[in-house]
């Protein structure tokens, strides 16, 4: 019953700004010097003189209407349907010295009890001429991938509904203070500060349940439950021994980018301790992790690559309610073919965990197919025609050890003005106990009508 109302605090919060920030845009476009514009125009625009009349805010926002359907084979005529809209307005404030972005989202596929729930980002920025200041809810994205990443740490991934999101769309907006200083002509050297730990959003109910979730609640025997452990977890973690640091150099040497990243923070993989005893226990394991990544093009390739150690409590593999060390990787390339306008994007991202001889049935880390060393091969070719107004894409994303994958055919058409219509499907196939295998019921059709203002 609260989503109506936090929809209209979106239009309650942004209705009065737009207006004026529109009224005060027409008025300096025309010239108008009607009676009474001048106030509005001095109030966004302090030196209207000195910036040509253009308003000092500027606002956004897309509109989108998404219809799916769960694929039923048996009898498609009886295939779940669910209809959805999501919106987003954005509003920015800048000058020379200066910076506000402040957006909302409101998407039924998102948790939307409090107003916090329905920022997707809201910060500050000063600039300085050897360095800038971030605050606020920030998403950080640190690395060379695309659309995957290793050494991207600190915003945490809503997982509610996993498949549609582009990758920045399933960041969540983390609590944080950036300082960037300027190094050289290419480089800069980033420190990241963030008060509180945030977890993964994982789904509880419904069907993209991860099955791990649904094996943790089947452990617990007392009256508690998984959301309720989370509960917990999120009113104990709001302390200062939850705090979390990170650090980044990146330059660019003789066309080659680099980058390397320090963090001192949390796993995102949970742990509940205690699952059949009276007080069971949500946790978090600390962990030290420490990457480098980087980019360069070579005989019409695009090469990237990332590469870390993560560091925790457990280096002998022997405390099952600690993740062990592990190293994780990615690399990979995209090129443009000489046919038609058509490019291919490859990438393998993988993960070795360490020191796995001790591992017995309830560690944390344990595998009972005993693939201590797993590879996920995500490729992609995309065209378009018509001058980048219809625009097919196919995607595979494999599991190479136990050989589960997702097909995600897509076509994408411009419409009129700012309006596009996205239709999709996504095919899942593997084991139960696999990552796409677990949600083999779960394929489906989608249309998509989205409308950017």
């Known amino acids: 019953m609260r989503r109506p109302s936090i929809l209209a605090m979106i239009v309650l919060l942004f209705a009065v700004p737009l207006a004026f920030s529109q009224d005060s845009g027409g008025n300096a476009d025309s010239g108008s010097g009607a009676e009474g ?40 005529t009886g295939s779940p349907v669910l209809t959805y809209p999501s919106l987003s307005v954005a509003i920015d404030y800048k000058n020379e010295a200066s910076q506000v972005h ?70 969540m907006a983390e609590k944080m203070l950036m300082l960037t200083l300027y190094a050289g002509t290419n480089g800069s050297v980033e420190f990241a500060y963030l008060p509180v730990f945030t977890p993964d959003r994982i789904p ?78 949500l946790t978090f394991n600390r962990v030290h992790m420490a990457g480098i990544d980087g980019a360069t093009v070579a005989g019409g390739f695009n090469l990237r690559w990332e590469a870390a150690y993560f560091l925790t409590g457990d280096t002998a593999g022997d405390d099952p309610l600690v993740y062990n060390n592990r190293v994780k990787y990615l690399g990979g390339f995209d090129r443009d073919l000489p046919l038609s306008n058509l490019n291919i994007n490859v990438q393998d991202i993988g993960t070795w965990v360490l020191a796995t001889d001790g591992l017995a049935s309830g560690d944390v880390d344990f595998d009972p197919d005993g693939d201590y060393l797993q590879n996920t091969l995500v490729a992609r070719i995309s065209d378009n025609y018509a001058h980048g107004q219809i625009k097919p894409e196919i995607a595979v994303t494999y599991g190479i050890e136990k050989q589960d994958f997702m097909v995600r055919p897509k076509v994408e058409f411009s419409l009129k003005d700012e309006a596009t219509l996205t239709l999709v499907t996504s095919i899942f196939s593997g084991d139960k106990d696999t990552q796409f295998g677990q949600f083999e019921s779960n394929d489906f059709i989608e249309a998509q009508f989205s409308y950017a203002f």
């Open 102 to 171: 402040a957006e909302l989202i409101y998407d039924r596929t998102r948790p939307a009890d409090t107003f916090e729930g329905l920022i997707n980002e809201a910060y500050l920025e000063l600039f300085y001429p050897a360095f800038r200041i971030q605050a606020g809810y920030l998403k950080v994205v640190w690395g060379t991938g695309d659309q995957i990443h290793v050494v991207d740490v600190l915003n945490p991934t809503d997982y509610t509904d996993f498949i549609n999101p582009s990758y920045l769309d399933r960041k």
């Open 37 to 76: 514009s001048g106030g509005v125009t001095s109030f966004f625009n302090q030196d209207a003189s000195s910036t040509g009349g253009s308003p000092a805010i500027t606002w956004s926002g897309d509109l989108n209407f998404k219809t799916r359907a769960t694929i039923n084979y048996g009898d498609p």
């Open 204 to 281: 509880l109910e419904g069907q993209w349940v991860p099955q791990d979730v649904r094996k943790v609640e089947a452990a617990i025997t007392t009256p508690s439950t998984l959301s309720g452990l989370v509960d917990a977890y999120l009113q104990e973690a709001r302390t200062l021994d939850h705090a979390q640091f990170a650090a980044r150099y990146s330059t660019s040497v003789s066309g080659v980018d680099l980058g390397a990243t320090y963090y001192y923070g949390f796993l995102r993989e949970p742990v509940v301790a205690g699952a059949t005893t009276p007080s069971p226990a």
